[in-house]
């Protein structure tokens, strides 16, 4: 896939459009929920509402259920081949739409354009696997002793859930969709109420694309959707992306419950830089992983954890921080409780004694935006390991610049941070990079990489407190997750004498 991303000026991007009233997505078509409960959906650019969805109860959620069980025995019974048709299809159309999908992101999330159509197009790359699963979903076969054969096939789980997070509203739906339904299932999505209008889009795309009604459901709301999927009887197994508070009470409900989970948690991602690091390719790297996203992404590093003498990478670093503009090189706050408790981690910090190197707390935000939640890149050094903006999870554009001694001392900080998803050395030894790959304590490690993504197939999923559940979400990890083994052993008796005139 080769789609040129273009920057352009601020103005002529993200342009105001009010969606109103939208319902849940049920049955293949719109549908509106018994509740009469409303969650406003405001628009990070400009401080004002863009849709209302609705806040759906359990009894929106079981309807969802329903309809997907009517459906389900036909679906699991669809040769993989017409399965997959649907996700070439699917491919093919959200390439075409990709301008509308990226503004749509970037208008309900806060993203630059640039920023969403890079979502877009990484959560494509899981459709792309998604195709090549009649190659995996083969099965085996084997004599495993004399006259007796054993096969092993992969059998849909049935009706199944996923959750997700409001900061990348297309990437990371598909990071369960597409293999969920190939293999077999039918998908309940819960988005973010924070950012469920690029949800409801994916839903129309997919039957467009061909997907039978009923297949994939789309349910708007908030805690109680969510409790009610993890109590549902009828639903097999509940993905879950966000914070590590919300992913350990889903993956404690869901497991009590005797469902399956896998819930991915929060954050708090290590750099280790060492004298012998490339200059410029490590300011870049040191700045791209941390205010990407402005920040707002599990695989952002928020903490670089500076070797003995680093200054110059240092100085070139805040150079390009300096440079970072507002609305081109990232973009909004999701909403007004973020931004004001990324302010307070700055302010805090600046209180304990750490030396702000960049300060994005003034930033001008971008002409036609002024209303926006707007944070300039931000760098504190000289920071305490103990201190919270080095330990908690701040999730905003704000770098920490932490100093020791040796990468002794650097390991023991990384590996005691709690979290586990992703960590990275900038480094020109291959000693470094092979003593930070087999000792840090995080599930996707980075060498000269501050994003570590690992591309599909290769699967995504952190450790420790960042991930509660077994395997990872994509990849051959996720066709695990979303599908039981059938082992059949089998021993053919001798022909019988009637049929042996045959041979
Ligand atoms: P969040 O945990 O607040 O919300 C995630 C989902 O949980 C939403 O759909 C929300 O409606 C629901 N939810 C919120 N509170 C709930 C409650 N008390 N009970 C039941 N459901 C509840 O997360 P967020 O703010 O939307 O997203 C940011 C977080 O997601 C960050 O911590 C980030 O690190 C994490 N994240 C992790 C990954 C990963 O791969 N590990 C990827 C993306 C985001």
Known sequence: MNLKI?????????????????????????????????ISVISPYYDKEIAVISDSNAEDLNQAVINAKNVFPDWAATNIRDRVEVMYNLKSIMKNDI?????????????????????????????????SLPNLLKGDSSNVSQGITCTMTNEPLGIVGGITPFNFPIMVPLWMIPTAITTGNCFILKPSEQTPLAALKLAEYFKEAGLPDGVLNVVNGSREVVESMCDHPDIKAV?????TKVAKIVYARATANGKRALCLGGAKNHMIVVPDADQDSTAKGLLASSMGSAGQRCMAASVAVCVSEV????????????GFKLGIDMGTIVSKDAYNRILNYINEAEEMGATILVDGRNETPPKEYENGYWIGATILDHVNPDWPCAKEEIFGPVLSIIRTDTLEDAIKIENENPYGNAAAVFTTSGQ??????????????????????????YSFGGWNESKFGHGDITGRSGVDFWTNLRKVTSRWPESTEAWKKYF
């Open 6 to 38: 273009e920057r352009k000026s601020m103005s002529e991007l993200i342009t105001f459009k009010q969606y109103g009233k939208q319902q849940n997505w049920v049955d293949g078509k719109v549908y509106g929920p018994s509740s009469e409960k409303n």
């Open 432 to 457: 470094v990079a092979k003593t930070i790959s087999e000792t840090a304590s995080a599930g996707m490690i980075g060498i000269n990489i501050g994003v570590p993504v690992p591309r599909e197939p």
């Open 239 to 243: 993905a879950f992306v966000g914070s």
């Open 311 to 322: 200054d110059p990478i240092i100085d070139q670093l805040v150079e390009e921080a300096k």
């Open 99 to 131: 301008e509308q999908l990226a503004h749509l992101v970037a208008l309900d999330n806060g993203k630059t354009i640039a920023d969403a159509k890079g979502s877009i197009l990484r959560g494509m790359e899981v459709i792309e696997f998604a195709i």
